[in-house]
């Protein structure tokens, strides 16, 4: 009887410090976004509330924010669906058909996973640059599809290996080919996985900065978490209100994601990472 | 028959390839040649304006000779170590209470994704206005609550960057851990509970009899695979302190990167192959343990 208490309070206590642990960050980024001074909790001046920092940072030409926005979302979306659809093909080979590499090439990738991203950028930005690249999106594309391939070979392997072989036998007995056994059978039925390893890749790619900020020059191809690390103001004194709505704009599309592909996203987490 | 046999064969060997060659490619050209041409101009003086010139083994000596460089090692592995830890400590409790039937549980779920989906260069900037000396968050607690009477320069001393990056740092990744953890936790059979409860055990002793002995393989793994991340930290740094004061929160990464930017293309790339070689070291340990698993299951 005393234990069951015991647990109950340890649980709650739990429970709200886990949201505290969370989510304070996001109330005080949303409650500066919204104030007229960024100074109000410890300073003369009161909170008072205003929409003036969105209207500035969403109208003023010299922004860029929702350029950034969009270069974001349009590099990690390109990224994601390539990634994902090089590492279907991949994993039905290894998972479908004999040939000398079908265990190496997994393993390799998942060796390549772990590779620092400073390694490789030095020598990217030369590349790049020979490739007249810099400053466009191709310059994060290419990288983010790679960076994406191990995670998502992993994640298809395991739900390709899943599938029976009868399935193909039967369908090349009709007279298909590998191809159209990969995207008329073995995709769909395994729609789930090539989801949640798309959308994996898509939050990785929309949260990566070491690449974006060194072959990006400008608004062209500069993505969002590199625009606003770098918004200064131009009077000396730090922005707080414009930094944190833009901080605010650029969280929502992640809160939406999570919210409603929650359970594609853990899947995919525990998939990667465990069987990985 | 037999001369059908291979002929098949040949085909699918012939269509492996093929269903893999945009991917061997395409990591060929994006990461392997990267990383060997990183390796190679290691051993060059690759500086802006000057002709390059093989010196052998010459920029690995000077790393070894710079007291920054040091200072970096220092900083990468107390930081890896002390964040880790914590993340591990608190993966674990976070795991144990979502895998209870509590209220809430799919909105928890959603709320404990979050930091970790947030690009950390974003919330980094959030973080820094919560230590912020005049108005920030912490400060107004410190006051307030009257732990000291004066505020705190939370980013301005060296313990105090320290441990802003080591709390944002757990904030952010926490989430990953306490996901993979609860992904472990769901494989443990309930009987195994109702067994030791009818024997009268007391919840703590559950966690270290049964619970915890049952997760070490997925915590092996997930401690394995969160250190090799945290010792390429780079982008948290880079926002919240930009490496100082004094260079005392510089990580290795961001040591490379000021010397890749400065124009200093070999020494940069000979600190970015010591990263490669501690991050190397550790994905040896990670994918053997992985597969310790696999044999296991």
């Not at chain 2, 040949?10 to 040649?33: G, Q, S, T, V």
């Not at chain 2, 592995?77 to 809430?104: D, H, K, M, W, Y």
């Not at chain 2, 494989?187 to 270290?208: E, H, V």
Request: hydrophobic share 55%.
């Amino acid at each position: 009887m005393r234990e069951t208490t015991v647990i109950k309070l340890l649980k709650f206590s739990g429970i709200v410090f886990l949201l505290i642990f969370c989510l304070t960050p996001f109330v005080w980024m949303l409650l500066v976004s919204l104030s007229k001074h960024p100074d109000f909790l410890l300073s003369q001046t009161p909170l008072e509330l205003t929409l003036n920092n969105y209207i500035q940072i969403l109208t003023s030409s010299s922004v860029h924010l929702l350029t950034y926005l969009r270069n974001s979302i349009i590099i990690s979306l390109t990224a994601a669906f390539f990634s994902t659809f090089l590492a279907s093909l991949s994993a039905y080979a290894i998972t479908r058909l004999t040939f000398p590499g079908r265990v190496v090439i997994p393993v390799v990738l998942l060796a390549v996973s772990m590779f620092p991203q400073i390694s490789i950028v030095g020598y990217l930005f030369k590349l790049m640059t020979w490739l007249g690249w810099i400053n466009t999106y191709y310059a994060l594309i290419f990288p983010y599809i790679t960076l994406g391939l191990p995670l998502a070979l992993w994640i298809m392997l395991s739900y390709f290996s899943r599938l029976s072989k009868e399935l193909d036998k039967a369908a090349l007995i009709d007279g298909a080919n590998r191809f159209q056994i990969l995207q008329k059978i073995i995709l769909p039925i395994s729609l789930p996985g090539a989801f949640s390893t798309f959308m994996l890749i898509f939050i990785y790619s929309f949260n990566e900065f070491l690449f974006a900020l060194m072959l990006t020059i400008d608004y062209k191809a500069r993505t969002i978490p590199v625009g606003i690390a770098l918004f200064e103001g131009l009077h000396g004194q730090i922005p707080w209100g414009y930094i944190m709505a833009g901080a605010v704009v650029a969280t929502i599309p992640m809160v939406l994601l999570i919210t409603f592909f929650q359970k594609y996203i853990i899947q995919g987490l525990t998939e990667g990472a465990i069987k990985g | 028959m037999q001369l059908n046999k291979i002929e098949f064969n040949k085909k699918e060997i012939r269509d492996a390839y093929l269903f893999n060659a945009p991917l061997i490619l395409i990591a060929l050209i994006f990461i392997f040649l990267p990383v060997i041409g990183t390796l190679i101009t290691s051993f060059f003086r690759d500086v802006t304006f000057l002709p390059g010139k093989f010196i052998g083994l010459e920029n690995y000596k000077r790393l070894i000779g710079d007291s920054h460089f040091w200072q970096s090692v220092e900083f990468t592995l107390i930081f890896v170590i002390v964040s880790v830890s914590l993340e591990l400590f608190f993966g674990v409790i976070f795991a144990l209470l979502l895998n209870e039937t509590i209220p809430g549980r799919g909105f928890m779920r959603v709320a404990i994704l979050i930091p970790w989906a947030i690009p950390v260069a974003i919330s980094a900037r959030v973080w820094q206005l919560i230590y912020n000396y005049d108005f920030g968050v912490f400060n107004y607690f410190v006051l307030k609550l009257g732990i000291s009477n004066q505020p705190v320069s939370w980013l301005g001393t060296t313990a105090g960057a320290f441990f802003s990056i080591v709390i944002s740092d757990v904030w952010k990744t926490t989430p990953f851990m306490t996901i993979i953890i609860l992904a472990g936790l769901s494989t443990i059979s309930n009987d195994l509970y109702k067994q030791a409860m009818i024997d009268g055990t007391n919840f703590l002793q559950r966690f270290f009899r049964i619970t915890l002995p049952l997760l070490k393989p997925v915590l092996v793994v997930a401690l394995l695979f969160r250190t090799i991340d945290a010792i390429r930290i780079f982008d948290l740094v880079y926002v919240l302190t930009g490496g100082g004061p004094g260079g005392s929160t510089t990580p290795l990464s961001l040591y490379a990167y000021d010397y890749l930017v400065s124009g200093d293309f070999g020494y940069g790339s000979a600190a970015s192959v010591i990263v490669f070689l501690l991050a190397a070291l550790l994905a040896i340990l990670y994918i053997k343990f992985g597969q310790f698993k696999e044999v296991v299951k």
